[in-house]
């Protein structure tokens, strides 16, 4: 259990790495759903199936294709990655760079602290719905206010006018 | 118990790629059925081993990529199409022990994931065939199959909210006493609706559309290349089918034959009647699958939720 | 909605009727004798070749696909070679109705396909048959006023004898 959730770590942060060297834009956004899907691997593995199931279907299987379909549209060249490169100057990503890498060593300092027993038990999906709707019922109505919102949003800026071309 | 899994693990594909292969035969026939005509009957006994001829004959084809596609990506996808309906098939329960995950109890979300992540094939293959036709071929697929799986997951809340479960072992035992196409029947038709669009067959082929878009997503596509998105297709119904039963029909239940052959009667038939979908209705336009989608199912199958929420709830109060 | 579901019931419903595929090799559909397939050249009653060589069906062939070189033989015309490419010939049967001796005819015969495209090139001699054809009693030279071996000019039916010129008797 253990070797296969390393694995699937092991995996994400590969393809994480690779979203951000690719140049076909498409690519990248391939390694991105594969580093979704890691992680999906990693929380099955640690016992929480019903996050890793949406993880995969939310992100993976509608956010992620949204990002191709849109890349699709978009029909990116040549000169736009050439320009891309322009932009991408060591000048540009070592200071976030440094600051990610601090923080990646905290997260590894901190993790020696944690006891290391396994996972005993599993999250189900009712203890996710009864969780949500219990003590976190304002969390879920303020996000789904904000939801409502950008639907509104969206539905008014695609609306289409009478009288307009 | 491992080694029966494992067992299990390599058969349920090759189980699933001959019916799929066979399918191709069954379908060609059952539309001649429904045409007046004989369908192939050539080869072997009735034809059966037309399936094979023509799985012969793909295979020798060459397989050619074009030079203007962008190569790895353009392999992966057919994969990716395989792939995904394969895995969904781990969950389907063919009786009460006999499958290789049924107790999953997310099996009915990960079936959802994995007809998500089914979306990417066709609009990879879309994108990488660097093709006028392909491309909007992927696009209407990514469109379609985005906004039916909308659909097809709100449907299916009706019968997790009456199971209380989303692991379909759970779900087919809570259909003993009541098919829930009976109490869910709202919900049968939308899943039924959003099964043929997510599967893009006919009639909601529009990715495909023959007579718009050349071949629409795999125009580019040749050889055993295509042979996986034409297998894949039919593995898709297949797991459709599967799926309906397992959820709506009350899945291996049944009276005195053995659960494998109630299984396989109901699935049966459901994929004889996607075939007849087929013979029988022609193809909408897009605006017309969106708006029968967005303005007809999706208010349909949330008064389906709601209806089922307080039924239930004046159930469990009284 | 319901049109589709009335579609679906009547498609279903086709199941039970009769198929309009005909089994071909096994099942061999009615051909009239007046189906236009092979073309062939048939002989008079005599044995004797019927064709003359008028050219008449060559000029009619819409395809050009007919080619033949006249020839002849105590009185008597003979196409030296006859020759008919039927990899371009479409059937229309209009060779069949130029022709003034019902020599060429066109016969309820399909089954003439070839691998090597050549083949199709028939000859005279794959051209002839021994019978008659659709018109058994029908001999042109016994009809027509030409003598030939055997038949003395104004001999033919319903013809009468030669006048003869030097006498001024009427």
Sequence with gaps: ?165 | MTLLALVGIVITPLVILGLATLLTWVERRLLGVWQNRCGPNRVGPGGVLQAAADGIKILFKEDWTPPFADKGVFVLAPAIGMMTVLLSFAVIPLTFSSSIAAGLNVGLLFVLAMMGLGVYAVVLAGWASNSKFALLGGMRAAAQMISYEVFMGLALMGVVMMTGSFSLRDIVMAQSGLWFVLPQCVGFVVFLLAGIAETHRLPFDLPEGENELGAGFHTEYSGMKFGMFFIAEYAGIVLVSALITTLYLGGWQGPILPAPIWFTLKTTVLIGFFILLRAALPRPRYDQLMALGWKILLPLSLLNIVVTGAVLLLHTAG | MLGNVRTLILTFLHAFQSRVTVQYPEERPYLPPRYRGRIILSRDPDGEERCVACNLCAVACPVDCISLQKTEEQGRWYPEYFRINFSRCIFCGFCEEACPTYAIQLTPDFEMSEYNRQNLVYEKEDLLISGTGKYPDYSFYHVAGVGIPGKERGTSEHERPPVDLHTLLP
């Excluded at chain 1, 490169?85 to 990610?100: F, H, I, K, Y």
Aim: aromatic share 10%; net charge neutral; charged share 10%.
């Design chain 1, 1 to 165: 259990m253990h070797i296969l959730a390393l694995t699937s770590a092991c995996i994400s942060i590969l393809g994480a790495f690779m979203v951000i060297t690719r140049r076909v834009a498409v690519h990248a956004v391939l390694y991105l759903v594969v580093t979704l899907l890691a992680l999906a691997c990693v929380l099955a593995l640690l016992g929480a199936p019903f996050a890793a199931a949406l993880e995969v279907i939310i992100y993976a299987g509608a956010i992620m294709v949204l990002f191709v379909f849109v890349i699709m549209m978009l029909n990116l060249g040549k000169p736009d990655r050439d320009r891309e490169t322009e932009w991408l100057r060591p000048r540009a990503w070592v200071g976030p760079a440094a600051l990610a890498s601090i923080l990646g060593m905290e997260l590894l300092f901190g993790l020696r602290t944690l006891s290391g027993t396994g996972i005993t038990f599993q999250i189900t999906p009712r203890e996710v719905g009864l969780s949500l709707f219990g003590p976190y019922v304002l969390m879920v109505e303020l996000a789904s206010f904000l939801l409502l919102t950008g639907l509104v949003t969206a539905f008014h800026i695609g609306r289409h006018w009478p009288g307009e071309h």
